[in-house]
């Protein structure tokens, strides 16, 4: 009899469980009804809602007010993601203003974006057309060929200013390499988040860097760094130096935190150049925020789009980079001279490839220009000057990440 009366029990209890789970899955169904309700009236004015409708919000004041608090949040982040331009006459007062304000610094540090490489045709992150932007959209990213990729103006006139004593240090978060690429030196340059082209052995000490002709994050990904290449000196694999989201930093070299962290504590003057900063806010060793706000660096922010830097900076300039960098580099009466080819010293630095390493990737090559001496390697040059392959964005760094920490819309239940 107790065993009869125990299974009578726990049959009762699954019972009332699952007619508690199906009272609790109806009133769920009915409120999102309510919601649904409630959303399509508020899209009518007072005066098109009839008097039940009106009742209906004054009983679900709660609702009512969730779905304006969404409203406006999106009203907001739509509003920061508008690319805005000031007034032409309004990008020149400001660009002298600079100008002046990078002509009396005694130490200029320079934080750089994507913004500084979509003149390269190299896509930006959170532009309307960026690569989060349209992940996040449920859309593909357009074919870039990165490897014809090349530095652009700004990049040069940086790399300028470096050469004139005017800018100390480079701060990037691009894993292009095209500050690498137009003659900035490395020791004046933090890659935060990588450089495409360069892989390391950290089996050796100090670690080793391999400078490639290719993109070497073909077969690495988040938390899968190996490129499948192997350390000339103690045969151990290399990985690759991208820093994904959601990945933490490691590598001294190309990262160079240190260098970074040194040049933002001495910085008088920081101009951030196409960053959205949504990173780089995270890093509390670049900014000095633990300083009272009368020693800290002056900041001067060039970006198409809001920043969550706007309110700390002496100076906002809404304008595409290579625009504002030619009014600046005008005032300053310096000549920035045009990419050459010739000239790149990726070419030099580059490590060939051994000839069991040829097949190791299939990434494009980037093609010297004529009379450049390449390595003594007669199988770099006969791969060089053979068929340089299909270009592709889509392995490695480039379009990762999108999608790791994302937050989820909240659902109103």
């Not at 019972?15 to 399509?40: D, H, P, T």
């Not at 005017?166 to 933090?190: E, I, T």
């Not at 900014?287 to 700390?312: E, G, S």
Request: a positive charge.
């Amino acid at each position: 009899m107790a065993t009869d009366d125990s299974a009578t029990t726990a049959m009762s209890s699954r019972a009332e469980m699952k007619a508690r789970q199906r009272l609790l899955l109806l009133q769920q169904e009915e409120r999102r009804a309510l919601v649904r309700l409630v959303s399509k009236i508020l899209n009518k004015s007072v005066e098109q809602c009839s008097p039940d409708e009106l009742a209906v919000m004054d009983q679900n004041e709660d609702i009512v007010c969730e779905l304006r608090s969404r409203k406006k949040k999106n009203e907001q982040l739509k509003r920061k993601l508008k690319e805005v331009t000031d007034d032409p006459e309004d990008v020149k007062t400001k660009a002298k203003l600079l100008a002046c304000a990078i002509r009396e610094a005694s130490y200029v540090v320079i934080y750089t974006g994507a913004g500084i490489s979509t003149a390269a045709s190299i896509p930006d992150y959170r532009g309307p057309n960026g690569v989060w932007t349209m992940l996040q959209k449920g859309q593909s990213i357009r074919s870039t060929d990165l490897s014809e990729a090349e530095p652009t103006f700004t990049h040069m006139a940086i790399a300028k200013l470096h050469q004139e004593k005017l800018v100390q240090h480079v701060v990037s978060q691009n894993c292009d390499g095209l500050h690498l690429r137009s003659g900035l030196p490395r020791h004046a340059l933090s890659e935060l988040h990588g450089n495409m082209y360069i892989e390391v052995c950290t089996s050796c000490s100090p670690n080793v860097e391999y400078i490639r002709l290719f993109d070497v994050t073909e077969k690495t990904s988040l938390h899968r760094h190996n490129t499948s290449r192997k350390c000339h000196k103690c045969q151990n694999g290399l990985r690759d130096t991208i820093v994904h989201f959601g990945e933490r930093g490691t590598l001294e070299q190309p990262l160079n935190w240190k260098g970074a962290a040194e040049a933002a504590a001495k910085a008088d003057v920081i101009l951030c150049l196409g960053s959205s900063l949504k990173v780089l806010k995270k890093y509390p060793c670049l900014w000095n925020m633990n300083r009272p706000p009368c020693r800290r660096p002056k900041l001067y922010i060039v970006n198409l789009q809001w920043t969550p830097k706007d309110d700390f900076a002496c100076l906002k300039i809404h304008g595409k980079c290579d625009d504002v960098m030619q009014l600046v580099m005008e005032d300053l009466f310096l000549d920035v001279p045009q990419y050459d080819k010739c000239k790149d010293p990726i070419f030099k630095l580059a490590v060939p490839l051994t000839e069991n390493e040829l097949s190791s990737h299939s990434r494009k090559w980037i093609v010297p220009s004529e009379g450049i001496n390449l390595p003594e390697n007669k199988w770099l040059q006969d791969t060089l000057g053979a068929d340089p392959g299909e270009a592709s964005s889509s392995g490695g760094w480039f379009g990762r990440g999108c999608s790791k920490g994302q937050k989820k819309k909240k659902k109103l239940t």
